[in-house]
């Protein structure tokens, strides 16, 4: 979902564009320093924390980790070099926003941390609950809806009347459901790297795709809480006045990206490495011009949603 997830951030208005995309990159540079193999995973652990209390001038393991080449994409490699302009930024911004915006990392990096705790790198481990699984939606996604409707309700007055704890645990939910499908696309490579995040009792039997009989129930189960969730986000999506038509595009695109992809998840073999599960770039393209066409168009809006959703349940 990271291509719409860079797509929702072009199309943002402009006045939260500055914040939620400087959020975006903050968490991407934490989601680097997790992931890099470069570092032994006790260090990065050390690493994310400092980066979740510190900017990167103030601590110089942080700072000589960013300045360092590191086993990443040259996109990433910028992205670290450059950590001091980010948080630099970041204190420009009024002292409301910056609350925001660094609860939001800290909670994030929560997420990140419970990864590299969780899951060790010389075994294949997988969650151990339901609820360690809604956990961790929440942390790596679920609390950027909280922060992104705090955040355009500070900003845009058409959604002064909003309720606000209302309108947060829909956007919780709306973060929970995408992540949800990331979880449920990735299973195969997640496998790979020792990570297994449904709750089940042998991870390793789903390393052969043939085994996929044995858990489709609890595999079923989960894209159902996916799409429940997407529910959710629909409802919030239809909550942002027609006129605010950047912010009702920029939460259509991923929904409608979410629900073509759990209709493919529904019937194909997941734990199949062969066959990722992709929405191809002309399909999102196609959104796109559906979405500008009728975005201001509730009913018809809600129709589109509604074929999506049959196909996905």
Same mark, same amino acid.
Request: proline share 6%; hydrophobic share 45%; aromatic share 8%.
């Given at each position: 979902?990271?291509?719409?997830?860079?797509?929702?951030?072009?199309?943002?208005?402009?006045?939260?564009?500055?914040?939620?995309?400087?959020?975006?990159?903050?968490?991407?540079?934490?989601?680097?320093?997790?992931?890099?193999?470069?570092?032994?995973?006790?260090?990065?652990?050390?690493?994310?924390?400092?980066?979740?209390?510190?900017?990167?001038?103030?601590?110089?393991?942080?700072?000589?980790?960013?300045?360092?080449?590191?086993?990443?994409?040259?996109?990433?490699?910028? $992205?670290?070099?450059?950590?001091? =302009?980010? /948080?630099?930024? %970041? +204190? &420009?911004?009024?002292?409301? !926003?910056?609350?925001?915006?660094?609860?939001?990392?800290?909670?994030?990096?929560?997420?990140?941390?419970?990864? $590299?705790?969780?899951?060790?790198? =010389?075994? /294949?481990?997988? %969650? +151990? &609950?339901?609820?360690?699984? !809604?956990?961790?939606?929440?942390?790596?996604?679920?609390?950027?809806?909280?922060?992104?409707?705090?955040?355009?309700?500070?900003?845009?007055?058409?959604?002064?009347?909003?309720?606000?704890?209302?309108?947060?645990?829909?956007?919780?939910?709306?973060?929970?459901?995408?992540?949800?499908?990331?979880?449920?696309?990735?299973?195969?490579?997640?496998?790979?790297?020792?990570?297994?995040?449904?709750?089940?009792?042998?991870?390793?039997?789903?390393?052969?795709?043939?085994?996929?009989?044995?858990?489709?129930?609890?595999?079923?189960?989960?894209?159902?809480?996916?799409?429940?969730?997407?529910?959710?986000?629909?409802?919030?999506?239809?909550?942002?006045?027609?006129?605010?038509?950047?912010?009702?595009?920029?939460?259509?695109?991923?929904?409608?990206?979410?629900?073509?992809?759990?209709?493919?998840?529904?019937?194909?073999?997941?734990?199949?490495?062969?066959?990722?599960?992709?929405?191809?770039?002309?399909?999102?393209?196609?959104?796109?011009?559906?979405?500008?066409?009728?975005?201001?168009?509730?009913?018809?809006?809600?129709?589109?949603?509604?074929?999506?959703?049959?196909?996905?349940?």
């Amino acid at each position: 979902m990271s291509r719409s997830f860079y797509l929702t951030l072009r199309v943002l208005p402009a006045a939260i564009r500055p914040q939620i995309s400087l959020a975006y990159l903050l968490a991407r540079a934490s989601d680097t320093i997790a992931d890099t193999k470069a570092v032994a995973r006790e260090e990065r652990i050390r690493l994310l924390r400092d980066f979740a209390g510190a900017a990167p001038h103030a601590c110089p393991d942080l700072a000589r980790f960013a300045g360092q080449p590191q086993e990443v994409s040259p996109t990433e490699e910028r $992205l670290l070099a450059r950590l001091p =302009d980010s /948080l630099a930024m %970041l +204190a &420009s911004f009024s002292p409301e !926003d910056q609350r925001l915006i660094r609860s939001l990392h800290h909670t994030i990096i929560a997420g990140q941390i419970f990864d $590299l705790e969780k899951f060790p790198e =010389d075994r /294949l481990t997988a %969650l +151990a &609950s339901d609820e360690e699984l !809604d956990r961790y939606t929440y942390l790596v996604a679920g609390c950027v809806g909280e922060f992104w409707t705090k955040m355009c309700m500070a900003h845009l007055r058409e959604l002064s009347d909003w309720d606000v704890n209302r309108m947060c645990e829909l956007g919780v939910r709306f973060g929970k459901g995408l992540q949800l499908v990331n979880v449920l696309r990735d299973i195969p490579r997640d496998l790979r790297i020792g990570r297994c995040y449904l709750p089940v009792n042998d991870a390793e039997r789903l390393l052969d795709p043939n085994n996929f009989t044995e858990i489709k129930p609890v595999y079923d189960r989960w894209l159902d809480v996916a799409l429940g969730h997407l529910d959710a986000g629909w409802e919030y999506t239809l909550a942002i006045p027609p006129s605010l038509t950047r912010l009702r595009l920029a939460c259509i695109w991923p929904i409608w990206i979410g629900l073509k992809t759990i209709a493919r998840l529904r019937v194909t073999n997941p734990l199949d490495p062969a066959r990722r599960i992709k929405v191809s770039r002309g399909e999102v393209y196609w959104l796109m011009v559906e979405s500008f066409l009728i975005c201001r168009n509730d009913d018809a809006l809600d129709e589109k949603f509604q074929r999506l959703r049959a196909r996905a349940a």
